[in-house]
Structure formats: C-alpha cells, structure tokens
C-alpha cells in the first residue's frame, strides 16, 4: 500500500467512528426534539449553542484546529435544527 492509500485507510476507520458517535448525537437530538415540543420551546436554542461551541474550543487541544472545529459544530447544529424543523412539520 502506497502512503496516501494508507492516510486514507486511516481517514476511513476515523470516519466510521464518526459517523457512529454522529448517529448517537442525532438519537439524543431526537429525544430533545421531541421533549421540546411537548414543553413548546423553539428548536433555535442560541444559548445552548454558544455553550456547545465553547466546550468545542474547550476540547480542542491544537489551536490550529480549533476554527475548523468550530465550523464543523456549527454545521452539525445547522443540520440538527433542520432535522428538527423537518420532523415538525410532519
Ligand atoms: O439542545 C437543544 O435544545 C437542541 O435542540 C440540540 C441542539 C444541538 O444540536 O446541539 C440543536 C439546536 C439548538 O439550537 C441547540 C442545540
């Protein structure tokens, strides 16, 4: 195996950890989605949001990573509201 494929089986075995702590995320933002609508609370959160992202930037341990995780929080909150909004709306 040449480097590069090598790096990339890497990436691939990191993503599959990814992708299974993503779904366990989404379990969690479907119980929370369902508990806000019982108790009529609004999906957008701004608050809890800053304190996801702050935490985000806590467990960053290279600063040099830290803009494009934070980015990457800011999707997955992005695309969590939009998940919630989609299941309302049904
Ligand atoms: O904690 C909530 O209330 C959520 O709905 C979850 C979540 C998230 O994905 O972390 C999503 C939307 C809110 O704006 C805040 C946080």
Known sequence: ????????????????????????????VQEISQEKQKQEITILDASREQAVLDLARKNTE????????????????????????EKREK
């Open 1 to 28: 195996m040449n480097k590069l494929e090598e790096l990339r089986n890497n990436i691939d075995q990191v993503d599959q950890e990814i992708v299974r702590l993503l779904e366990k995320r989404m379990i969690i």
């Open 62 to 85: 290279n600063p040099a990573y830290q803009e494009t995780i934070i980015n990457t929080y800011k999707d997955i909150m992005k695309n969590s509201r939009l998940y919630q909004k």
